[in-house]
């Protein structure tokens, strides 16, 4: 079983700075891709970022140039540095990950439980 554990989210003034980390744990052979996706009140969850196993990146536009996705493949972490927080980018973020746990098995899509991050104006 894998498990994904996000930490790093909370309350932040508009203008500042979170950083959010997202461990994944368990049976684990390889990790084709892991993302940060967030979800607000009544929309969707959409894609915030993401990097694949190779370290290629891509950006929802709202976030880029404010937010950096990183992968740290030694400790099957990602992380995601948010800078210039908005009120805009208030939500529950949840780590999302594609992972293989076992030999010859096709990757599966796994889901942290999430984390809010709050921007007051």
């Known amino acids: 079983q894998v498990q994904l554990v996000e930490s790093g989210g909370g309350l932040v003034q508009a203008g500042g700075t979170l950083r959010l980390s997202c461990a994944a744990s368990?049976?684990?052979?390889?990790?084709?891709?892991m993302a940060w996706y967030r979800q607000a009140p009544g929309k969707q969850r959409d894609l915030v970022a993401i990097?694949?196993?190779?370290?290629?990146?891509r950006y929802a536009d709202s976030v880029k140039g404010r937010f950096t996705i990183s992968r740290d493949n030694a400790k099957n972490t990602v992380v995601l540095q948010m800078n210039s927080l908005k009120p805009e980018d208030t939500a529950v973020y949840y780590c999302?990950?594609?992972?293989?746990?076992?030999?010859?098995?096709?990757?599966?899509?796994?889901w942290g439980q999430g984390t809010q991050v709050t921007v007051s104006s």
């Open positions: 990097v694949s196993s190779g370290g290629n990146t």
């Open positions: 999302n990950a594609i992972i293989q746990v076992q030999p010859l098995y096709e990757p599966g899509n796994y």
């Open positions: 368990g049976t684990i052979v390889s990790i084709v891709a």
